[in-house]
């Protein structure tokens, strides 16, 4: 099992960003796929899951009405579109499957800086 992720930068107060998570070595389709975030000094927090259809979606308060989950199982990739970033959305954001009772699984994460 393997997630790639992609997309991270530096951008300005107001800014966007779309990060992706590519996943190989399970059936990306069947399983619950979320989204966390570490900023400096603290511990990993949830940002936002998606079912494996997307009928379920749901966000830390947050990043909710800014941020959008989204996935595209034939692409076995799983997206975060992030707009209106403000510089407290500066963190590492990570991919996470659980694939219990396989186990969880997390990619090595992409770092997001938002600065003027």
């Known amino acids: 099992v393997q997630l790639f992720e992609s997309g991270g930068g530096e951008v300005q107060p107001g800014g966007s960003l779309t990060l992706s998570c590519v996943a190989t070595?399970?059936?990306?389709?069947?399983?619950?796929m979320k989204w966390y975030r570490q900023m400096p000094g603290k511990e990993r927090e949830f940002v936002a899951t998606i079912s494996p259809f997307g009928g379920t979606i749901d966000y830390a308060d947050s990043v909710r009405g800014r941020f959008i989950i989204s996935r595209d199982n034939d692409k076995e990739t799983l997206y975060l579109q992030m707009n209106d970033l403000q510089p407290e959305d500066t963190a590492v954001y990570y991919c996470?499957?659980?694939?219990?009772?396989?186990?969880?699984?997390w990619g090595r994460g992409t770092q997001v800086t938002v600065s003027s």
């Open positions: 070595g399970f059936v990306f389709g069947i399983y619950v």
């Open positions: 996470h499957a659980d694939l219990s009772p396989r186990g969880t699984f």
